[in-house]
């Protein structure tokens, strides 16, 4: 993409200027991808054209291609493109516009259906009934889904995880005519910039609170300094004003008394994981997957072959 920030640019939003210039340095070859994962941005606003068949094969190769856990394949992703069908998800997901603005959702689903199948169809019991199974499931199909990403950028266009698809995942499945047991987790929207580039790429927190060499290495002042610093810088840019979460949401009233320019990451992290809401939505999630029968917890249950 002509038009896409430089890897300079994008990777010393993350980098020291030195480790920055050494990343924009390395090959040309190499450069194509970092600068694709490097400038990296979510995309809310896009153009409705289709993506053209070339592209969608490109995609679903993507989709596939990545590591797989014991290459047991337990993801399915269902391509959406249909206006109606669209809409419709985009209500189930949490009321998300752009999953409808957006020409193609892809809807990835862990699916642990097909290897209970083959296992009683040879004749076994099937004894995998824990958490394992739910996070090489989630694994697989996110590793799909930000392959796909990339590809889809790589291109020139946009893209959005949507993780609201597990707050509709029950009624996502019917509408989808999912299979017992393939349960929709995580979206990923895809489309044309509607302003023609992907947004420049958004803040992330300090490398030494993401990243670690050989063991931990972060002593709580400098957690806390490092914190601080990012907050003041998102208060003064006001990364998180037009995204407050609403003072109502956590228990409090009409009035939000925190003032423009002091709602920062922290606060808006804090009402995040604080909402009223979080509990019976999560109640709710529990409720789907259950009902898809994905169980998250070793019961030892067994399921033996039938017949
Ligand atoms: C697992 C996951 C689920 C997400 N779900 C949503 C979603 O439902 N809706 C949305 O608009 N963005 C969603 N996002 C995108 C994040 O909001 C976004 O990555 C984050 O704000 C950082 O912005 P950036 O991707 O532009 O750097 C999700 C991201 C991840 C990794």
């Not at 896409?4 to 994008?10: E, G, K, V």
């Not at 044309?192 to 490398?207: E, I, S």
């Not at 990243?211 to 490092?226: I, M």
Request: hydrophobic content about 40%.
């Amino acid at each position: 993409m002509s038009d896409a920030p430089s890897t300079l640019h994008a990777a010393a939003t993350v980098l020291d200027e030195a480790s920055a210039a050494a990343v924009a340095a390395l090959s040309p070859r190499s450069r194509d991808t970092l600068n694709t994962v490097l400038t990296h941005a979510s995309l809310r606003r896009f153009e409705p054209e289709p993506l053209p068949g070339d592209v969608v094969a490109a995609l679903e190769a993507a989709l596939v291609r990545g590591p797989t856990s014991s290459a047991l394949h337990s993801y399915t992703h269902v391509l959406v493109g249909d206006v109606q069908s669209k809409r419709e998800l985009a209500r189930l997901a949490g009321d998300q516009p752009w999953i409808a603005a957006a020409p193609l959702l892809i809807v990835g689903c862990a699916d642990l259906r097909r290897a209970r199948e083959v296992t009683h169809g040879q004749g076994y019991r099937y004894t995998a009934h824990d958490l394992r199974m739910l996070i090489s499931a989630t694994a697989d199909l996110t590793i799909g889904l930000q392959n796909a990403s990339l590809v889809a950028q790589s291109l020139g266009y946009g893209t959005v995880l949507i993780g609201g698809v597990l707050d509709g995942s029950l009624v996502i499945a019917q509408r989808l005519g999912l299979p017992r047991r393939v349960v929709p987790l995580i979206g990923l929207s895809i489309g044309r910039p509607a302003v023609g580039r992907l947004p420049p790429p958004r803040p992330r927190l300090p490398l030494r609170l993401l990243v670690h060499h050989e063991r931990w290495s972060l002593d709580a002042a400098t957690e806390e300094a490092l914190l601080t610093e990012h907050d003041r810088a998102t208060r003064a840019r006001g990364d998180f004003e037009g995204r407050r979460i609403r003072w109502l949401e956590v228990g409090g009233g009409e009035r939000d008394p925190v003032p423009v320019g002091e709602y920062g990451w922290r606060e808006h992290t804090a009402r995040k994981q604080g909402r009223d809401s979080w509990g019976p939505q999560g109640a709710k999630v529990d409720h789907d997957l259950a009902a898809q029968e994905l169980r998250v917890s070793s019961t030892g249950e067994v399921d033996e072959p039938p017949g």
